[in-house]
């Protein structure tokens, strides 16, 4: 194994090999399907006991950096990490740290504008058909689960596919699941669901015309619509405050 592992400090023993391993990994020296050296060859190398390795291994493995197989070939393996689990993290870390409906709508108007810019130029015509069947499967489930879930995160999902970053999919894809959980608290109804679908439409509409500017509008009003559509749901306004929603309601 070409990375050089150091001997750890008492006082940070797992902590420490956690850092190594995981420099190793974003340095490329560690690749995906590499196995590490077994437990007792690897305790002695760092100079700790086999189970301060094995906490540093299950700090790995909630990184998703790390896969421990049993059996014969078993073993510690390098993994790649998956999508879903860093959006499940990210969206963990937005509820714990509850912030306010504003913090969303500045999020969403520093990047989904510009997604819809670029969707304007780049989206082809199968993707406006999957947006507008999006939405008429929307406008069908005025009162089922399906809006405030796939439906709604797929439409936006979409559009940062046609954009192709991954980065920004990360970012819409989280900030609209933490949404979803803020309008099932909420109790988003049908008016709701309109205005949403209405938003889609002329979103979409201005993408069939390749009017960037027209998509850009159409964005930065359907996000300020939705904001005030969640605050003017019954109760919205007692629920969500500027420092995010009441944790109390949470619980019920």
Same mark, same amino acid.
């Given at each position: ?115 819809? @810019?670029?969707?304007? +130029?780049? $989206?082809?015509?199968?993707? #406006? ?6 939405? =008429?499967? *929307? ?69 069939? @015309?390749?009017?960037? +500017?027209? $998509?850009?509008?159409?964005? #930065? ?6 904001? =005030?559509? *969640? ?22």
């Amino acid at each position: 194994m070409g990375f050089k592992f150091e001997t750890v400090k008492p006082n940070r023993i797992s902590q420490n090999i956690v850092e190594q391993i995981r420099a190793a990994i974003l340095s490329g020296e560690l690749k995906i399907g590499d196995q590490l050296p077994s437990e007792k060859e690897f305790s002695k190398h760092f100079g700790v006991s086999k189970s301060s390795l094995r906490e540093a291994y299950r700090v790995l493995e909630a990184y998703d950096l790390l896969e421990i197989r049993q059996g014969m070939s078993g073993g510690a393996f390098i993994k790649e990490v998956d999508l879903t689990t860093v959006k499940d993290s990210f969206v963990n870390y937005l509820f714990f740290q509850n912030p306010g409906l504003s913090e969303y709508t500045q999020v969403r108007m520093c990047i989904e504008p510009q997604v819809a @810019r670029i969707c304007a +130029e780049e $989206a082809t015509q199968e993707d #406006i058909e999957y947006l507008e069947n999006n939405i =008429q499967a *929307m406008e069908q489930e005025p009162e089922g689960e399906t809006f405030v879930s796939d439906l709604d995160i797929a439409f936006h999902k979409k559009l940062t596919d046609i954009a192709d970053n991954k980065i920004l999919s990360l970012v819409v894809e989280s900030v609209q699941t933490a949404l979803i959980n803020i309008k099932r608290i909420v109790h988003t109804d049908e008016k709701f669901l309109k205005m949403v679908c209405d938003g889609h439409r002329k979103i979409v509409a201005s993408f069939r @015309r390749r009017d960037p +500017e027209s $998509a850009s509008a159409a964005m #930065i009003a359907h996000i300020n619509d939705v904001e =005030q559509g *969640m605050l003017a749901t019954k109760g919205g306004d007692m629920i969500i405050t500027e420092k995010g929603l009441l944790k109390q309601n949470q619980e019920t």
